[in-house]
């Protein structure tokens, strides 16, 4: 059975979907580092809040390439 979804071209966004593969790489990165660190570290609590925004930023971006279908 078909999607009765349009589907958007992968060329028409193809920068927007470069930017969410950087934002999950970065995520992984930071989730990676957060934990070789102490769990009450200050370093862990910053490098917490990154991710959390960058996590924001990454549903946003997806969000808008869900909107532009």
Known sequence: MASTLPQILPLLVWTEQREVLLLQDA???LQRRILSLRPHSHRRVVLEARLRDLTA???K???AIGRAI
């Open 57 to 59: 930023q990454q549903l």
């Open 27 to 29: 995520r992984t990165d």
């Open 61 to 63: 971006l997806q969000t």
